[in-house]
């Protein structure tokens, strides 16, 4: 598996909770080897394979538990 870090950013999260809600989406796609939230700089890392797992199933899923977010240059 190619690995692949990829960042979003979102200002949506406001409390531990979404965070988790986010985190625990993203881990349960396939391809997906690890997702953190950086809750105080509102940007969510993913480790990836993106033939698995593209930028925009990752979008999709944050959209799906209810928050937006976008790829980010750093």
């Not at 990836?48 to 999709?60: E, G, N, T, Y």
Request: glycine share 6%; aromatic share 6%.
């Amino acid at each position: 598996m190619a690995t692949r870090t990829t960042t979003l950013r979102s200002e949506e999260f406001s409390c531990p909770s979404c965070v988790s809600k986010i985190e625990t989406k993203l881990k349960g796609l396939d391809g997906v080897d690890n997702a953190e939230v950086k809750f105080s700089s509102g940007r969510i890392i993913v480790d990836h394979d993106p033939a698995v797992a593209s930028v925009r199933q990752l979008v999709d899923a944050v959209a799906a538990v209810g928050y937006t977010a976008k790829p980010s240059a750093y």
